[in-house]
């Protein structure tokens, strides 16, 4: 187990160095231009795949690395750069997880390169989990795959939304239902391969921010896939089922406890991408209130200004601090008691509201346009109390945990 440590070894600080040099000179130098264009932003996908950043090898090495600050610092300084672009380049790891998490080393090794393709050729890969009528309540989730015993084939059927990359990915990974009667136990993730019939993009989303991010239906209309393409297998997939009907029996609670410890190891990323947008606003409004000069001095002269700033950076830093903390945790297997993952994402998603939108008042009507960046900055941090579980969502989590009660 790595000790807990605030402190990035060289080999770290050289990549977030790295990585910082191309979010300040290929990330938001583009990212006015695909916010408006309001499309994936593949020339810059291709640049990252160039060097290296958008890369399987890239990912998992910050995945795996044992102090787990590799994914928090990775994210943080690629969405410092612009989160509507830096999603296009983590949307395909957030894939590749499910993958990773649930897949044979076989399906690791089939399906994961595919979802990056190359770089002369690149793709992105997309989750779909979430339904019209199965967001925060993903137990009511009604996508349906039946096995076809006779032809070893799931057959899938529904319609998901939201998906990051759904309908333009390589390899999708969507959640279906295999057992109606367990909730959200009974659930189970499949490899969808490039090109299979019947998976069709629905509706392209405009969105209020992180528009460089594609964020679709994706229907699935009897869309036939090997029973090669279950995550784990038949036999993982039975045993995980007759558990979870013997849990059901002896009362729910447990079963709903472990789905809870997946999304607390997931959350602090979400957490990083949104410190990265709190920082990049941050510094922004930092800047100008230096310059800035009304009544004859600078703005920052004013307490009322200064104070803003002193408040949005110590929020910044405690953000991080959870986030950290609780990517630790994830990596080095210490159970959640008080939900860290989930505050982590709480606390700094609400920070990059909060921030956003102090720095836009300091940028009083400049702050309000599109000159600058703090507006865009505003829209897009909107996204990180949204998905990946509300608000609202992590504070229910958080309760539960503490108080051991079903709140609603
Ligand atoms: C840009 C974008 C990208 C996304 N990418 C993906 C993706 O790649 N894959 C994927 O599967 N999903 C994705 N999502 C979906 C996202 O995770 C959901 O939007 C989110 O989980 C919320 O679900 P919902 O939108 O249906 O809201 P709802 O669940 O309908 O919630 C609406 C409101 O009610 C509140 N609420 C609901 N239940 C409770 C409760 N019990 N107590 C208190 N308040 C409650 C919520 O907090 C929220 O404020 C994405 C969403 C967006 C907007």
Redesign the pocket.
């Known amino acids: 187990m790595a000790e807990f440590t605030m402190e990035l070894n060289d080999e770290q600080k050289e990549v977030r160095d790295w990585l910082h040099g191309f979010a300040a000179d290929v990330i938001r130098p583009a990212a006015a231009e695909w916010d408006e264009r309001e499309e994936t932003p593949w020339p810059v996908i291709q640049e990252a795949a160039k060097i290296g950043i958008y890369s399987l090898d890239f990912y998992a090495q910050q995945y795996f690395d044992p102090t787990g600050l590799g994914i928090p610092m990775a994210m943080e300084e690629l969405f410092w750069g612009d989160a509507g672009i830096a999603l296009s380049l983590v949307?395909t790891g957030?894939a590749a997880v499910g993958v990773l998490a649930n897949g044979t080393e076989e399906q690791i090794g089939t399906w994961v390169p595919q979802m990056y393709g190359d770089p002369n050729d690149v793709k992105v890969a997309?989750?779909?989990?979430?339904e019209p009528d199965?967001?925060?309540?993903v137990a009511s989730m009604r996508t349906r795959a039946v096995y076809d015993e006779a032809r070893d084939e799931w057959v899938i059927n529904g319609t998901?939304?939201?998906?990051?990359?759904?309908g333009i990915a390589s390899v999708h990974v969507v959640?279906a239902v295999v057992d109606p009667e367990l909730g959200s136990k009974g659930h189970a993730s499949f490899i969808v391969p490039p090109g299979t019939p019947g998976l069709a993009q629905g509706q392209k989303?405009k969105?209020h921010g992180?528009r460089a991010?594609h964020?679709a239906e994706v229907i699935l209309d009897h869309v036939r896939v090997p029973g090669s393409c279950l995550l784990g297998g038949k036999e993982k997939l039975d045993e995980r089922l007759a558990r979870a009907r013997e849990k059901v029996k002896a009362g729910g609670e447990r079963v709903r406890n472990a789905a809870m410890a997946t999304f607390e190891a997931s959350r602090p990323a979400v957490g990083a991408m949104a410190v990265g947008t709190a920082r990049a606003a941050y510094e922004v409004a930092l800047d100008y209130a230096g310059t800035r000069e009304q009544f004859g001095r600078p703005i920052i002269d004013n307490q009322g200004v200064a104070f803003q700033l002193a408040d949005m950076r110590t929020q910044i830093d405690a953000a991080r601090l959870l986030v950290w903390r609780a990517s630790w945790m994830a990596v080095n297997g210490k159970p959640f008691t008080a939900a860290e993952g989930s505050m982590s994402k709480l606390f700094a998603s609400e920070t990059a509201k909060k921030v956003t939108a102090g720095a836009i008042q300091i940028l009083g009507g400049n702050g309000y346009t599109r000159e600058y960046p703090v507006e865009r900055m505003h829209r897009d941090a909107a996204?990180y109390t949204?998905?990946?579980?509300?608000?609202?969502?992590q504070r229910?989590v958080i309760a539960r945990t503490l108080s051991g009660m079903p709140i609603?």
């Open positions: 949307g957030l997309a989750f779909c989990s979430s199965a967001g925060s309540d998901k939304t939201w998906a990051t990359n759904g959640v989303f969105k992180i991010s964020t996204i949204i998905f990946e579980g509300t608000s609202e969502i229910l609603r």
